[in-house]
Structure formats: C-alpha cells, structure tokens
C-alpha cells in the first residue's frame, strides 16, 4: 500500500510539474523587451548570452528570434554542472530546449577549488553529452575558497585535463580578468579564455588573447523574465565555426 501511494503521489507530481511548466512556458512567452537593455559593444558581429536556473523557465524561440537594430543573440553557455555532486536543475530543459530552437549551445561547470579537479570533470563528463556543432566545454573558476592558489591551479589542471581526454577538445577557460591576471596566467595560455570584464566600452583589459568577453550582466532578452549575462565572441563567423565541435 506504501508503494501504491507513493508511486501515484509520484505521478501526481509529475503531472502537476508539467501542467506548471505549460503554464509558466506560456507566460514567459509574451515576455518582449525594445531593446537588449545595454549599450552593446561595437565592431563584434556575433553575440550571446549565459544563464542558470537563475533565470527560472525560458522560452527559447523568443530568445532566438529577438532582434534589435541588426544584433541578435546567436549562442548561449548554460550552467551545467557544480562541485561535485549539483546539477543545475534546469540544466537538461535548456540544453535541449535551446538546441531546438536554433540556438548554438554550450555547458559550463562551476568549479569548486576546494574539490578534486578529476572528480569534478567527471560530474561534468556525467551529465553533459556534446554534440557536433556545440561549443566546447567550460570551466567557470572565479574564487579560490581560502585555497592556496597553487593547489587551485593543480586541480584546474586536473579538470581541464580529464575533460580534454574524453571529449577531445581544448576546454575554455572562464573567469574574471583580475582572478586570470592573479592566478592563472601564463600556466592556461593555451586554453580558449572567456573573460568577465565590465565598464570597458570596446574590450576586456587582459593581456592575453581571449575568445569571448561577458561585458554585462543586465541584459534585457525576449522569453527571459531576469537579467542576463551578455557577451560577445572575438572573430567572424569562419573562426567561430572553428572553435565548434565536429
């Protein structure tokens, strides 16, 4: 009787879960916005946004329809995964939802420098299937935690390494330009950087080459209720089909 009326408990939950998400879907939808709500970077021709369950339910359709002037939101870099045991809750809805819309998808991991690097890559690895067209996988390390930053820098390495082996491609690197400038510098020179700069009218100030920059975090996008991270990509459409995954 206890299994009966926990398995029927269960289902009502799942379908009182879907009739929310239909209904919270439907709302979302008639969110719309004049513009992007930032003064966006000039002299980049390819833009995008990054988002976690922060930004609760998103309609992706919106999101990859809106145009202002001529820019558009062409990808997006969800949070994926954290330490080592959280998924972001909304992780697998976006991945796929997002995808198909016509987005062009990437996953980032929150990394704790207090943990294994190995350990937390194959909470990645575990969660996150990269397809041909994908951006390549993304660390996101922005604090050491009280961690001596040798011992952080060991298990990046630890990370950026186990997740090249199984998926076959360099990882990007994300972070703030003081923490890149403080801590990691030359070490991380061959992986791609996505660099967090704000209140810099053109480029981030890092003194090394960078791939994407997130030059705001007040974005304004059709289908999303919250602010958004805003970002741009460093180069033409030929150079960012090349960082894709084939």
């Known amino acids: 009787m206890v299994l009966l009326l926990s398995g029927f408990a269960l289902i009502l ?3 009182l879960w879907e009739k929310w998400e239909e209904r919270q879907t439907a709302t979302i939808e008639s ?6 709500g930032v003064t966006m970077p000039s002299g980049y021709a390819i833009h995008g946004i990054d988002v976690s369950s922060y930004q609760g339910v998103i309609h992706w359709p919106s999101v990859k329809k809106m145009i202002s002037g001529d ?10 995964t954290e330490g080592l045991n959280d998924t972001d809750k909304r992780f697998h809805t976006n991945w796929e939802k997002a995808k198909a819309a016509g987005m062009i998808r990437g996953a980032y991991h929150f990394f704790l420098a207090t943990k294994s690097g190995k350990q937390q890559a194959l909470q990645f690895i575990k969660q996150v299937e990269l397809k041909k067209g ?3 996988p993304v660390i996101d390390i922005e604090k050491l935690y009280g961690v001596k930053p040798v011992l952080m820098r060991q298990r990046v390495k630890e990370f950026l390494e186990t997740i090249e082996a199984y998926y076959r491609v360099r ?42 920059w997130q030059h705001s975090e007040d974005g304004s996008i059709d289908g999303i209720r919250h602010k958004v991270d805003c970002n741009v ?7 960012f089909k090349q960082l894709l995954m084939h």
């Open 13 to 15: 939950y799942f379908a």
């Open 31 to 36: 969110v719309r916005y004049d513009a992007f």
């Open 134 to 136: 994908d951006l390549p």
């Open 233 to 239: 990509f460093n180069g033409d459409s030929v150079k």
């Open 71 to 80: 820019l558009r939101m062409g990808f997006v870099f969800m949070k994926a």
């Open 171 to 212: 990882p990007i690197i994300y972070t703030y330009a003081d923490f890149y400038e403080r801590h990691l510098g030359d070490d991380f020179k061959k992986y791609p950087l996505w660099v967090a700069h704000y209140f810099q009218p053109d480029k981030p100030r890092v003194q090394r080459d960078w791939h994407f």
